[in-house]
């Protein structure tokens, strides 16, 4: 049963991998596109990371309070946010915030999704569970660019980001087929 849990759960992670890799393949030309210099870009991604190592413990903490999939379903429902900011911004100024708001959403998905693997998996195969967990990290990578890529090249920057958010509308029906899983103790608070 707890391997039907991790493949669903795996699955309903895939469309956020694609829809990474379709627009983390065209971000820094649409940001050059709306006039950011290199420089800027470097900053753009800067902050974002930056919002993401702040945010990760405090996110971390709320998964182990509340459970795995409400911060997950955050998690999408903040990139499902972010694409459609992508698609109607108009200065580039408006990235740094959106890629702030985006940090925060990848620390939610990576310490949540971790913790939920963890806790769908018997302790002899936690090792196993990642390793079929991060494969759908690298399909997502896989197939995601090529499909950013051409959509960017044929509809425009816009179209891969409504695109991006409308796919991650499935995983989303996904994640709510899948039960939080029991987790072996409560956390104790302490850092």
């Known amino acids: ?81 972010i694409f459609l900011g992508y698609a109607s911004m108009k200065q580039v100024e408006v990235a740094f915030f959106i890629q702030a708001v985006e940090g925060a959403a990848w620390a939610a998905l990576g310490t949540a999704a971790s913790a939920m693997v963890a806790d769908l998996a018997p302790p002899a195969e936690r090792g196993w569970a990642m390793g079929v967990y991060d494969r759908t990290w690298f399909i997502g990578w896989v197939i995601g660019p090529t499909f950013g890529g051409f959509i960017a090249e044929h509809l425009g920057f816009r179209c891969t980001f409504l695109v991006a958010g409308s796919l991650l509308l499935l995983g989303i029906g996904l994640l709510s087929l899948v039960p939080e899983p029991r987790r072996s103790s409560e956390p104790t608070g302490e850092s």
């Open 1 to 81: 049963m707890l391997r039907k849990h991790l493949y669903l759960f795996s699955l309903a992670v895939l469309p956020v991998m694609i829809c990474s890799g379709m627009v983390y393949s065209v971000l820094a030309l649409y940001f050059s596109h709306l006039g950011a210099s290199t420089g800027e870009i470097g900053l753009i991604y800067t902050t974002g990371a930056a919002a993401g190592a702040l945010a990760g413990p405090h996110l971390g903490r709320l998964a182990d309070r509340y459970g795995r999939k409400p911060v997950i379903l955050g998690a999408m429902l903040g990139f499902l946010a």
